[in-house]
């Protein structure tokens, strides 16, 4: 596919969103919607807003758990990447955040970008792993919608392989890691760079993906998870919506799956739609359920960027000041 043809089809696709959104929009009592926004109980919405950022530290420290076998990487500059990556996330509408915290990380701590990218990728992958844990459990144990427990079946089988993948990757020893980087290096043009960097990152992935630390990374991942349900139930409890605790497990599980792909910068609007939708076999009326999710993408969102934005002002400082 062509540039221009990708191109074009990014405005249809942000064009049929767009209208799928305005029509939505026709429908919803906003009179409403401000009403529950303005009656909101302000100490629970702070009690998510921390909450969220603990959910939010808990990933960095799981990134940080799977770097330390690369060399010295102090914890803080990994929780101050994992924060600046995640504001960019929601700026942007790709996942730039991901790349921008392999590169803060690597120049910051002097290590190869090639093992910071296979902790990030062990990383990305248990936090997938996780959600698939989530689902599957609560569409089999909870009362959930149709169009959430449908996914069930799948997310079964994909986790299933995933489980595989991980205990063959626990058992596997890098034992052909320093060979294949020797063998490699003897390439010359972009097509043997590129080929040497992946067979590095193939072999940093064994070498950081050990059984304990996978473990490890797997704990912190279904806490990290379990405090996201607790953040989506604490501001449905704040903006008075008599909503069960399933109703806001399925909410963040269809928002989770809304997140492969980004529609806007930080999915605003699909966000509040697929929210709404979720909730409504719970009898919750569409204008509330707007409020509950800007409530949420507020408490979520706007911490998030406030500070990552400093502390990645703070990394790119530190970094350019040693490279001077």
């Given at each position: 596919?062509?540039a221009t043809r990708?191109?074009?089809?990014?405005?249809a696709?942000?064009?049929?969103v767009?209208?799928?959104?305005?029509?939505?929009?026709r429908?919803?009592?906003?009179r409403?919607?401000s009403?529950v926004?303005?009656?909101?109980?302000?100490?629970?919405?702070?009690s998510?807003l921390?909450l969220n950022?603990?959910?939010?530290?808990?990933?960095?420290?799981?990134?940080?758990?799977?770097?330390?076998p690369?060399?010295?990487?102090?914890?803080?500059?990994?929780?101050?990447?994992?924060f600046a990556?995640?504001?960019?996330?929601n700026l942007?509408?790709?996942q730039?955040?991901?790349?921008?915290?392999?590169?803060?990380v690597?120049?910051s701590?002097g290590?190869?970008?090639a093992?910071?990218?296979?902790a990030l990728?062990?990383e990305?992958a248990?936090?997938?792993?996780s959600?698939l844990i989530?689902?599957?459990?609560?569409?089999?144990?909870l009362?959930?919608?149709?169009?959430?427990t449908?996914?069930?079946?799948a997310?079964g089988a994909?986790?299933?392989?995933?489980v595989?993948?991980?205990?063959a990757?626990?058992?596997?020893?890098?034992?052909?890691?320093?060979?294949a980087?020797a063998?490699s290096?003897?390439?010359?043009g972009?097509?043997?760079?590129?080929?040497?960097?992946?067979?590095?990152v193939?072999?940093?992935?064994?070498?950081?993906?050990?059984?304990?630390?996978?473990a490890?990374g797997?704990?912190?991942s279904?806490?990290a998870?379990?405090?996201?349900?607790?953040?989506y139930?604490?501001?449905?409890?704040?903006?008075?919506?008599?909503?069960p605790?399933?109703?806001s497990?399925?909410?963040?599980?269809a928002?989770g799956?809304?997140?492969?792909?980004?529609?806007?910068p930080?999915?605003?609007?699909?966000?509040?739609?697929?929210?709404?939708?979720?909730?409504?076999?719970f009898?919750?009326?569409?204008?509330?359920?707007?409020?509950a999710?800007?409530?949420?993408?507020?408490?979520q969102?706007?911490?998030?960027?406030?500070?990552?934005?400093?502390?990645?002002?703070?990394?790119l400082g530190g970094?350019?000041?040693?490279?001077?």
């Amino acid at each position: 596919m062509t540039a221009t043809r990708r191109r074009a089809l990014r405005i249809a696709v942000l064009l049929g969103v767009g209208a799928l959104l305005t029509a939505f929009g026709r429908t919803v009592d906003w009179r409403a919607t401000s009403l529950v926004v303005r009656s909101a109980n302000p100490v629970l919405l702070l009690s998510a807003l921390l909450l969220n950022l603990v959910s939010l530290g808990l990933k960095g420290v799981r990134w940080w758990v799977f770097l330390r076998p690369l060399g010295r990487v102090p914890l803080a500059l990994v929780l101050r990447a994992t924060f600046a990556g995640a504001s960019l996330n929601n700026l942007v509408v790709a996942q730039g955040g991901e790349g921008a915290r392999v590169l803060l990380v690597s120049r910051s701590a002097g290590i190869s970008s090639a093992g910071v990218l296979a902790a990030l990728a062990l990383e990305r992958a248990l936090d997938l792993v996780s959600y698939l844990i989530l689902l599957v459990s609560a569409a089999w144990l909870l009362e959930l919608p149709a169009h959430v427990t449908r996914w069930r079946t799948a997310a079964g089988a994909v986790l299933m392989l995933a489980v595989l993948l991980l205990v063959a990757l626990g058992a596997a020893v890098p034992r052909a890691a320093p060979a294949a980087a020797a063998s490699s290096t003897s390439r010359s043009g972009f097509g043997g760079r590129l080929t040497a960097y992946l067979r590095r990152v193939r072999s940093d992935v064994a070498l950081v993906g050990s059984p304990a630390r996978l473990a490890a990374g797997m704990l912190l991942s279904l806490a990290a998870w379990s405090l996201q349900v607790a953040t989506y139930h604490l501001v449905a409890r704040a903006a008075h919506l008599p909503l069960p605790l399933a109703g806001s497990v399925a909410a963040m599980l269809a928002i989770g799956i809304s997140f492969l792909v980004r529609a806007t910068p930080g999915n605003v609007g699909v966000f509040q739609v697929i929210y709404a939708l979720t909730v409504r076999p719970f009898g919750i009326a569409e204008g509330a359920a707007v409020a509950a999710a800007l409530l949420i993408q507020t408490v979520q969102v706007v911490p998030t960027v406030v500070l990552g934005t400093l502390l990645a002002h703070r990394l790119l400082g530190g970094t350019l000041s040693r490279s001077a």
